[in-house]
């Protein structure tokens, strides 16, 4: 069976500070990977997606980066978190069909 | 630009009774997507609607598609506390591989 690893599950960094949060997905190959941010109390906006290695597609500027170094892992990284950075993040797979989430990283950047 | 609409944004309703949960999209589609969270966890896959007038069931859950008027419904039947979550759908266009979800739906139940 499929499993959606992220990690940390908790963070907190100060303003100005470097980012970096890997979701790794098991049980699949060539899944397409997804981003998402949700603010407290509020939708899911999609920040990246990805349908192969090294092919990663932006939804909304920012300053936030994505990588898919190999199949089954995304990294989302900043170089410089901003106060409006924080927020509960969401890694999340599909094969053509239902897309499945992992446990979300909550980050708290002060 | 896609919109994917749900009302009400926030629903709160006594054990026991019925409501439905709307989500009206601008696109066409036929892969409609019933989501639940729960306060401070991740999103659960609940229904997954594939055709025009596919229904699923689970429990006191009932999803509708209607590929025509772009609108998909979740009925609840006779609530019970457990249901208290946030409920989201999804729709994936006929192009692309992209999901756009909805505002979701805060469900309250209230004993």
């Known amino acids: 069976s499929q499993t959606i690893h992220q990690w940390p599950a908790t963070l907190v960094q100060p303003v100005g500070s470097p980012l970096s949060l890997e979701c790794t997905v098991e049980?699949?190959?060539?899944?397409?990977l997804y981003w998402y941010r949700q603010a407290a109390g509020r939708g899911l906006q999609l920040l990246f997606y990805s349908v192969g290695i090294g092919q990663i597609s932006s939804e909304v500027p920012q300053n936030l980066s994505a990588s898919r170094p190999q199949d089954r892992q995304f990294i989302l990284s900043s170089k410089k978190l901003l106060l409006s950075d924080s927020g509960f993040y969401l890694c999340?797979?599909?094969?053509?069909?239902?897309?499945?989430f992992g446990p979300g990283t909550r980050l708290l950047v002060l | 630009e896609l919109k994917v609409e749900q009302n009400p944004l926030f629903l709160s309703m006594q054990e026991g009774k019925n409501y439905t949960i709307y989500c009206n999209y601008s696109?066409?589609?036929?892969?409609l997507y019933w989501y639940r969270q729960d306060p401070g966890k991740s999103l659960e896959s609940l229904f997954v609607l594939l055709s025009n007038g596919a229904v699923k069931q689970e429990g006191r859950l009932m999803a509708s598609l209607d590929t025509k008027a772009r609108l998909s419904t979740l009925h609840i039947t006779a609530a019970v506390h457990d249901l208290s979550a946030t409920y989201f759908c999804a729709v994936v266009p006929y192009t692309g591989n992209q999901f756009y979800f909805g505002t979701g739906t805060s469900l309250t139940v209230i004993p």
């Open positions: 049980g699949t190959s060539n899944p397409n």
């Open positions: 999340a797979w599909s094969a053509g069909g239902t897309q499945y």
């Open positions: 696109t066409t589609s036929d892969r």
